[in-house]
């Protein structure tokens, strides 16, 4: 590590791989808060009086974007919410390091749990079948989420997803062979039905991410979620943080390189998909039933 930041005397705690640009703690924190600002602005996520329900999930990428968003004179409200999935070993450690980062910031913290809204944990429902756990938290936590954010008469949803996760969906989308999502092809009407999620952390890689957290010792030492060896995207995240380690850079070529395809393809004039209400929660979807109540279900 260079001894000298760029832009002071101090000590440089964080080089930019991309740029090589050397910063001292408090020049990177200003840095970062700029580019997190700077993502905001070019995709309008914030607007003046929104009500901005924060996923609040006590790890490293949602402690850093509350704290960030709090820092930010943004003329918003703040609601941190935090979604109990009901994982035995794990979610109690994170569950408390978001009520004390929340108790720091002055906010309440909204906590609502999937017994809430199916009357069963997360471990429970994956007894038999521990495989799916990804699908099947991912469906259930945006229930919740959605629902809470009602609940509080938030206008818009802000999680914690940085740039690697961006990048990693995309690649995801190519490996699925989900062409729907990697051409965009399509319009609906769904934001007249769901309330907009936003990215702030968007254009922010992991590493800075966490160095952010390093420097304004925001972070604690916190178990994995015993599912992720589950997950398809441990592998991809494996093999893109080597692309990224060997080739600075390759995150942002691949998330603006598919916002270039989607501008250059556009929505195809007349390929609408109508969505509805689900028959038993009344969430959007564009079936019968939405992907909560379906996978609930199945698994009854």
């Not at 450690?93 to 809204?117: E, H």
């Not at 969906?169 to 729907?180: A, I, K």
């Not at 092809?185 to 309330?195: I, P, V």
């Not at 969430?283 to 992907?291: G, I």
């Amino acid at each position: 590590m260079p001894a000298g930041c760029d832009h002071c005397e101090k000590k440089a705690v964080y080089v930019d791989p991309v740029t090589k640009q050397r910063f001292c703690g408090e020049h990177f924190s200003a840095w970062f808060e700029a580019g997190v600002l700077a993502a905001i602005e070019k995709y309008h996520m914030i607007e003046p009086g929104d009500r901005i329900a924060v996923g609040l999930s006590g790890g490293k990428d949602s402690t850093v974007l509350l704290t960030v968003l709090a820092k930010l004179d943004l003329d918003a409200e703040l609601i941190p919410i935090t979604v109990d999935e009901g994982i035995g070993g794990y979610r109690d450690d994170t569950i408390l390091a978001a009520t004390r980062l929340c108790d720091k910031l002055g906010l309440a913290d909204k906590l609502v749990s999937f017994t809430d809204i199916c009357g069963k944990t997360l471990d429970e429902l994956l007894a038999n079948d521990p495989r799916q756990a990804c699908s099947v938290c991912g469906t259930l936590r945006r229930r919740a989420l959605n629902q809470a954010a009602r609940e509080v008469g938030a206008t818009k949803i802000a999680t914690g997803h940085c740039l690697d996760d961006e990048a990693q969906s995309v690649l995801m989308n190519y490996l699925r062979g989900d062409l729907t999502r990697v051409t965009g092809s399509f319009q609906t009407n769904a934001d007249t039905l769901f309330l907009p999620r936003i990215k702030p952390l968007c254009r922010s890689t992991e590493r800075e991410t966490v160095a952010y957290g390093l420097v304004n010792h925001l972070l604690t030492d916190l178990p994995e979620c015993p599912y992720t060896k589950y997950a398809l995207r441990a592998g991809v995240r494996k093999g893109l943080g080597k692309l990224e380690y060997k080739n600075p850079g390759t995150m942002m070529n691949i998330v603006t390189g598919q916002e270039k395809l989607l501008a250059k393809l556009g929505p195809r004039e007349g390929e609408i998909t109508k969505m509805g209400r689900c028959e038993i929660c009344g969430e959007p979807t564009s079936h019968r039933l939405c992907a909560a109540c379906a996978l609930l279900e199945r698994r009854a």
